[in-house]
């Protein structure tokens, strides 16, 4: 392959790299993007979107199971497991035919092969030197696993699980944060017993509170085991199974062990320290625009410390385009980036959570309503259960909103706005939702922090 120069080089086909080079493109620069693997990186072929069409299959099997609630009779003879794997990897293989089609249509060279950093301008690729005016790192992150613990055998990892060509008579799953709820919920779908191990005191711990009990409650109900606030010891495995010794003594034995303790960054051996990027912790360090310690050089995704989700990740893909570009795009804040977990029932947040308001404003300044979506008649009509959280300051804008129930995670993108504009209640009360909907749940939640509840006391 020979040398070539861009405008922009990019290092990672995932879904940052992808974005800013879809980005870039439209403002009229030249893209090289490297990617050793496909592109799409781990969010199209190993992470969201297969993970949410074994999801989408779990709820099949579970509305099967209910269908009587509803008058309707049916029953569910089964998981067909080739057949499920077949409809996630179509859907895969769709997508992944489509993102190849856009990035050229849209003119940007995908080179194949893996990169080394070499300078400010310059990435090696096998004997091949790619240059660009600005360079942007976007090498995304692998499945974690605790000190001593080695995946193996019968201790899997997420991306060990999709594949799995079978249903498991029983999990352990190690960590009680998304992914390892996700995947809980998948296999108490398809028929497993899981017991999920959490170090900390609830389940998505970094939710807000009040969700993370109503997800202990809904999973409690389903009959899916947890253990929270006990810390992991070790595990043995043989032909038949494994066993998890937790630090109370406690065993518990099971098929497999599912590892879901977080993601790390992608960033050894990649030559950015020798060219002048700084680490910490592995994670590349940026200024609040994305720019390393390397000038010219941008990072994105999830190998810049924060939230590791896809479309975070876009968002700053984007950025960095638009940044490089010159437009001096609008900074995002984590905590201002929508987060949702699509177990049954779903966990979906925008902004801060209460006690994180207190934390910043004072005890005072803050007001929090939350209203039940069982005064909700399209989540009694579906058969959810749950609730919205929105927390404002008083007199002052909504800062956080978060939500428990089936699909509740549809409502995030209106929350999103509410909380990134600095919304009023008093600004979104006059508009009333569609009914019934889901998402006039939201409106009624403003409606009682504006004074003047109707479906409420």
């Known amino acids: ?22 980005r870039a493109s439209e403002l009229g620069m030249s893209v090289g993007m490297i990617e050793k693997d496909k592109v799409g990186g781990t969010c199209l072929h190993r992470g969201c979107i297969p993970t949410k069409a074994l999801l ?12 009587e609630n509803f008058g309707i009779r049916s029953t569910l003879e089964g998981v067909d497991v080739p057949k499920v794997t077949e409809y996630r990897t179509g859907i895969v293989a769709k997508k992944y035919r489509g993102l190849q089609s856009l990035l050229k249509a849209r003119g940007v060279t995908t080179i194949e092969g893996a990169g080394r950093l070499t300078s400010a301008t310059t990435v090696q690729v096998g004997d091949s030197t790619i240059t660009g005016k600005n360079v942007i790192l976007a090498t995304g992150s692998y499945s974690r696993s605790l000190p001593g613990l080695e995946l193996g055998g019968r201790v899997i990892d997420s991306e060990k699980a999709l594949a799995l060509d079978h249903v498991p008579k029983k999990v352990a799953v190690l960590g009680g944060g998304v992914i390892g709820v996700e ?15 959490e170090a900390l005191p609830h389940l998505v711990p970094n939710e807000e509170e009040v969700l993370s009990k109503a997800l202990e409650r809904a999973y409690r109900r389903r009959g899916i085991e947890y253990k929270l606030g006990i810390r992991f010891s070790g595990v043995t495995q043989d032909d ?23 993601r790390g960054p992608v960033t050894a051996n990649l030559g950015f320290e020798e060219a002048g990027v700084t680490l910490d912790r592995g994670f590349v360090n940026t200024n609040d625009r994305l720019e390393t310690s390397l000038k010219g050089v941008y990072a994105v995704g999830d190998i ?29 804040s984590d905590v201002n980036v929508p987060r949702i977990t699509y177990s049954d029932p779903e966990v979906a947040s925008v902004g801060l959570t209460e006690a994180k308001a207190v934390e910043q404003f004072g005890r005072d300044e803050v007001i929090a309503y939350d209203f039940s979506l069982a005064g909700n008649a399209r989540s009694e009509i579906i058969g959810t259960t749950g609730s919205i959280k929105v927390v404002r300051r008083k007199d002052g804008p909504v800062v956080g909103v978060h939500a428990i129930g089936a699909r509740v995670g549809e409502l995030i993108g209106e929350a999103q706005l509410v ?17 019934p909907t889901q998402y006039e749940a939201l409106g009624e939640a403003f409606l009682a922090l504006a004074g003047k509840p109707l479906h409420a006391l």
Request: net charge negative; aromatic share 10%; glycine share 12%.
């Open 56 to 67: 989408h299959a779990a709820e099949v099997a579970d509305a099967s199971r209910d269908s």
């Open 240 to 262: 038949s199974g494994v066993v998890v010794t937790l630090e109370n003594g406690e065993k518990i034995e099971a098929d497999l062990l599912l590892v879901a303790v977080g």
């Open 1 to 22: 392959m020979p040398d070539q120069s861009f405008d922009l080089v990019i290092l990672g086909g995932g879904s940052g790299g992808y974005a800013a080079a879809l």
């Open 304 to 332: 810049v410390f924060g939230l590791q989700l896809a479309h975070r990740s876009f968002q700053q893909g984007i950025f960095v385009a638009e940044e490089i570009a010159g437009l001096n795009p609008a900074i995002v």
């Open 183 to 197: 995947f809980a919920s998948v296999w108490k779908s398809f028929g497993a017993d899981v017991v999920i191990i």
């Open 419 to 435: 909380v990134n504009w600095e919304a009023y209640p008093e600004d979104i009360a006059p508009f009333i939702h569609g009914h």
